[in-house]
């Protein structure tokens, strides 16, 4: 997958459209970008600067919200734990896999409770997310967290039909259940 400016603009506009309410999303107003994760510098940098303009032209703000670094954040306390053999390993993983998820939601969840509400929140940097947990995972965590405004995701893979994937592994939750810009 290289690089497509036309998909970029359908995200755009399938953007507008949800947060207008003119798109039915399946059950979330999310709108997904699948992109090749070495196009990561690219599409930010294209985020930043034509999607907010974009976005600021048909009358929406827009607010980056990069989810590494609140990954890390969550991740931190588990940096120098001990393990001692593969029980341990297995341990740490369940553990942060849902710790991740829920402490990245929350966060996620009170940065776009701040936002106005004419504010569109732009998921990006979502990489930081693998092996531990599923970007369909967070994003059900976020909307469960009462999450409702139109949400832009940059996702770093690939996705077939509903079924996203990421660095050649599928998304174990069976699917996707959001618009996906393909």
Known sequence: MSWDDERFERFVD?????ARGE?????????????????E????????GHFRTQLERQGFASEP???????AQAASRYTRRELHDANDYR?????????LIAETAAAISQRAS???????PILCRLGALYPFGQVSSLLLAVH??????TIAVAYPGTADGMMLRFLGRN?????YRGHIVT
């Open 14 to 18: 399938a953007t507008a459209r949800m």
């Open 23 to 39: 798109l039915p999303g399946y059950g979330y107003s999310h709108v997904l970008l699948p992109y090749a994760p070495a196009d």
């Open 41 to 48: 510098r690219f599409c930010i940098e294209r985020l930043r």
């Open 65 to 71: 919200i990069a989810v590494a670094p609140l990954v």
């Open 91 to 99: 341990l740490l993983e369940r553990t942060l896999a849902g710790t």
């Open 114 to 120: 701040d936002l106005a509400p004419a504010t569109i």
């Open 144 to 149: 469960t967290a009462g999450v409702r405004q």
């Open 171 to 175: 998304d174990p939750t069976g699917g």
